[in-house]
């Protein structure tokens, strides 16, 4: 069974970090590229984060200088490093892969599965 599963989320105060982790089992995570999402109460699931099976890296305009993503394919895992976070950053946070690497890293359509997603609550 392909699966997803993140974690790391939590509650942190304005300022804080945070590391995400994407996990998968039934495949290798090399070989996909994934994506970074989150979900606010309200609002579309927009793009945070991206990397490809070769390590090309995006960001939201809203993230970058904060936010680092990075693969560790010997522990099929992806990470996502949240520094200096605000509370405009809480939401729930999804990992998703997509067989084909994709400069349209933030169209939803472009990934084949998706984890179950982890929140992330930045308040004082």
């Known amino acids: 069974q392909l699966q997803l599963e993140e974690s790391g989320g939590g509650l942190v105060q304005p300022g804080g970090s945070l590391k995400l982790s994407c996990a998968a089992s039934?495949?290798?995570?090399?070989?996909?590229?994934i994506g970074w999402f989150r979900q606010a109460p309200g609002k579309e699931r927009e793009g945070v984060s991206y990397?490809?099976?070769?390590?090309?890296?995006y960001y939201a305009t809203s993230v970058k200088e904060r936010f680092a993503i990075s693969r560790d394919n010997a522990k099929n895992t992806v990470y996502l490093q949240m520094n200096a976070l605000k509370p405009e950053d809480t939401a729930n946070y999804y990992c998703?892969?997509?067989?084909?690497?994709?400069?349209?890293?933030?169209?939803?359509?472009?990934?084949?599965?998706w984890g179950q997603g982890t929140q992330v609550t930045v308040s004082s």
């Open positions: 998703a892969a997509a067989k084909r690497n994709t400069l349209f890293w933030t169209d939803l359509r472009r990934y084949d599965y």
């Open positions: 039934g495949f290798t995570l090399g070989d996909y590229a």
């Open positions: 990397i490809s099976t070769i390590e090309r890296t």
